[in-house]
């Protein structure tokens, strides 16, 4: 079973439809990341959590929510989706210490119609 | 600021060229983090390696090799010998003890053709 699981791993909805990935790992990592990935702008940071209590914004935050449910398990919410939030986006986890590298899902290719 | 620069956008080669990935930083940390990762067309993300700043030793494995210098402030990541395989997007990041989370450069897509 892979580490860190998103789900689902695609998603085709409609524009104002309320719409939930999720994210769940196995690594007993505390810090967690949502990412979205357009072509030709890499990985970008919309949310996240160094521990269960702990939520915040990343650097293209408007229009998603988050939710840390439990140290293993953190959603990303788009409440009510728009065409430009159509991307991949990557769910990570990394331990406390500075040097470990973030671990990835596999991602959700989301497309808002 | 933290900024990761990839400026080459795609690089074709055929197989069995040697190819270079560069990537130039900049943060105001004296301690910091590099790493590249490697997403195949399949689209995971793969963590290839790690760099800390205190530590300018080129790195080896295989056909992978990283030339970290501090003084231009560069990570490149050299492919000897490339492959079908190595056809892939390939990110470079940078963390630092300030803003400790990672900062992705906008990635190079390497097409290694037979």
């Known amino acids: 079973d892979a580490d860190v699981t998103q789900t689902p791993r695609n998603r085709i909805t409609k524009t104002g439809k309320r719409i939930m990935l999720e994210c769940s790992q196995t690594?007993?990592?505390?810090?967690m990341y949502w990412y979205r990935q357009d072509p030709g702008l890499g990985l970008r940071l919309i949310y996240y959590?160094?521990?269960?209590?702990?939520?915040n914004k990343g650097e293209i935050s408007d229009g998603y929510s988050v939710s840390r449910q439990a140290q293993a398990k953190f959603s990303l919410s788009l409440e009510s989706a728009i065409p430009n939030q159509t991307a991949l986006y990557f769910c990570?986890?990394?331990?406390?210490?500075?040097?470990?590298?973030?671990?990835f899902g596999d991602g959700t290719r989301l497309s808002i119609l | 600021a933290q900024k990761v620069t990839q400026a080459q956008t795609e690089i074709s080669v055929v197989e069995k060229e040697d190819v270079t990935l560069d990537c130039v930083y900049e943060?105001?940390?004296?301690?910091?983090?590099l790493f590249w990762y490697k997403q195949p067309p399949s689209g995971e993300l793969v963590f290839l390696i790690r760099?800390?700043?205190?530590?300018?030793q080129n790195e080896i494995s295989g056909r992978y090799s990283w030339n970290f210098q501090k003084s231009t402030s560069s990570f490149n990541f050299t492919i000897t010998a490339s492959q079908v395989v190595d056809s892939a997007v390939y990110f470079c990041?940078?963390?630092?003890?300030?803003?400790?989370?990672?900062?992705f450069g906008t990635g190079t897509r390497l097409l290694v053709s037979p």
């Open positions: 990570a986890t990394s331990d406390w210490q500075l040097n470990q590298p973030q671990h």
């Open positions: 690594k007993g990592h505390d810090r």
């Open positions: 959590s160094f521990d269960v209590k702990d939520i």
């Open positions: 943060t105001r940390d004296t301690t910091y983090y």
């Open positions: 760099r800390n700043s205190f530590d300018e």
């Open positions: 990041a940078l963390k630092d003890t300030g803003f400790q989370k990672l900062v």
